[in-house]
Structure formats: structure tokens, C-alpha cells
């Protein structure tokens, strides 16, 4: 899964991508309040962590004009504003949490999970189709109760995947989910985990549709 932090304190920011990464997350930081917006709009993420206090823009405008522009990306909001007022005022505008500094690396990461979770419609931790399991929170894939080792890449492709059975999603649009900036990524990249994956999953667990994209169906051919 692919997140943005909008954060303008270095320390902050370094320590909250450093434990994000080791999370398995992919990613982004911009530290200027003017740029967020565009970046939500020009580019897939999946959920946005945002601090009220940026240069250029303050975070609660940035969260009005995401929301006015009928933006659906989760957004959890990170500040030292710890007043209910605040917390109610940012909750109303449309954040979906709002965590307050100091945090723990830990509490992050679960309140981003319980985030995404809600955000795709499942309440139950653990992902399960076909005969594979994912659990979001170890990332560990299960496959007839056994587990199965996928590369860090791998494993972002089947999350972007088992998110929305039966999605399409593109090679680009795969790229986006599981690469951030200035990552290098070779143009058959998406292909070569795709074939990992089925190499280990079974050939049936991702459905190609020539000239669209890629999913995992809802259910089994054999179901
Ligand atoms: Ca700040």
C-alpha cells in the first residue's frame, strides 16, 4: 500500500517513513502544504498522512479541498493540536483519524491498517481467497495453511490485488501501488512478480485480461 506523508519536520518525517518502510508500506513524503493536493490527484495512494501544520498551507485546508473535490483517500491527520475541538473539527471536515503527537511507530501503523481496512469495506483482519490467505498486519500469505515466502514487491502486488477481488487493475496502475519516487522500475517489472507470484500461488490466483490489467477473482474457476 502506497502512502503519503505530508510532513514538514525532517526528524518527524524520517522516523515515521523509516518504520512505515519496515512496515512494508510504500512510501512518499512532501513537505510543503501547496504541493499535497496536486500529488492526490495526479497520483494513486492509498491513504494520506497529514500534519495540520504545514508551510504554505495549513492541513485542515488541504483536507476541506480534498473532501470539496470529492477525494475518497483515507486520511489520517498527525499534529500536536491535541484539544477536543480540534480533534472534532478535523474529524468533521472529513479525516477519517487523527492521531496526536508524540506517537508510537506502532500505533501508526495499526491506526494506517485499520484505515485501509475500513476504506476497502472489510472489518476482519485477515484477507482470504481461493485457498490463499494474506494478513495485512504480519504480511505473511498462506497458501492451504502453509506459508508461502514472496519478495517484498510480490507481496505489494498481491495486497494492491486482494484489497478488491475481482478489480482490475493495470500494469501502470499496479506500478503506482507498489513503487514511490525514485524508485527504478524495468518496464516488465509488474510482469516478472506477477509470474513469481503465480509460480507460487497457482496460475489461477491472478487473471490476466489481455490489454486491461490484472486481478484476483472473488472465487475459484472450480467454485
Ligand atoms: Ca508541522
Not at 507470484?197 to 472465487?219: A, E, N, S, W
Amino acid at each position: 500500500m502506497r502512502i503519503l506523508v505530508a510532513e514538514d519536520d525532517a526528524m518527524i518525517s524520517a522516523s515515521i517513513c523509516t518504520s512505515l518502510q519496515s512496515d512494508g508500506f510504500v512510501v512518499d513524503l512532501v513537505n510543503n502544504g501547496r504541493a499535497v493536493n496536486d500529488m492526490v490527484s495526479s497520483e494513486h495512494f492509498d491513504l494520506l498522512l497529514l500534519d495540520l501544520g504545514l508551510p504554505e498551507r495549513n492541513g485542515l485546508e488541504i483536507l476541506r479541498e480534498i473532501r470539496d473535490g470529492k477525494r475518497a483517500i483515507p486520511v489520517i491527520i498527525i499534529t500536536a493540536r491535541d484539544s477536543v475541538d480540534d480533534k472534532v473539527h478535523g474529524l468533521d471536515l472529513g479525516a477519517d483519524d487523527y492521531l496526536v503527537k508524540p506517537f508510537s511507530a506502532k500505533e501508526l501503523s495499526a491506526r494506517i491498517r485499520c484505515t485501509l481496512r475500513r476504506s476497502c469495506g472489510r472489518a476482519e483482519p485477515e484477507i482470504e481467497i481461493q485457498d490463499v490467505k494474506f494478513n495485512p498486519n504480519t504480511r505473511q500469505v498462506m497458501k492451504n495453511g502453509e506459508p508461502v515466502a514472496l519478495s517484498a514487491k510480490e507481496c505489494a502486488v498481491v495486497e494492491a490485488l486482494i484489497q478488491r477481488p475481482g478489480v482490475m487493475l493495470s500494469r501502470a496502475q499496479l506500478e503506482e501501488r507498489i513503487y514511490g519516487w525514485g524508485e527504478e522500475v524495468d518496464s516488465n517489472a509488474v510482469l516478472v512478480h506477477i509470474h513469481a507470484i503465480r509460480q507460487k500461488l497457482g496460475h489461477d490466483f491472478i487473471q490476466t485480461l489481455r490489454g486491461v490489467g490484472y486481478c484476483i477473482p472473488k472465487k475459484n474457476r472450480r467454485q
